[in-house]
Structures are given as structure tokens and as C-alpha cells.
């Protein structure tokens, strides 16, 4: 899965094991520093 992927954060969020997309976004904030949104505008 790369950067460029054209999965929404739901279908990431699951692909990682993860059932809730909300406790995703705020695990990848805590470790990125931003939202999985903001990241994916960056790149």
C-alpha cells in the first residue's frame, strides 16, 4: 500500500486490523504528526 493509493482511510483502516477507522486516524496522528488525510495531501 502506497502513498498514492487510492483506498479510502476506512479500507486502510481495516487492511490494518483495525475495526474502528476513528482509532486509526488518531493512532497515525500520534505517530506521524498528522492525519492520514494530511499526510496523503503532502505526498
Known sequence: MGVNSS???NEISAEC???D???FIRTFKRQEG???GE???KW
Open 21 to 23: 477507522p476513528n482509532f
Open 7 to 9: 483506498l479510502t482511510i
Open 17 to 19: 486490523g483495525y475495526n
Open 39 to 41: 499526510f496523503r495531501r
Open 34 to 36: 498528522m492525519t492520514p
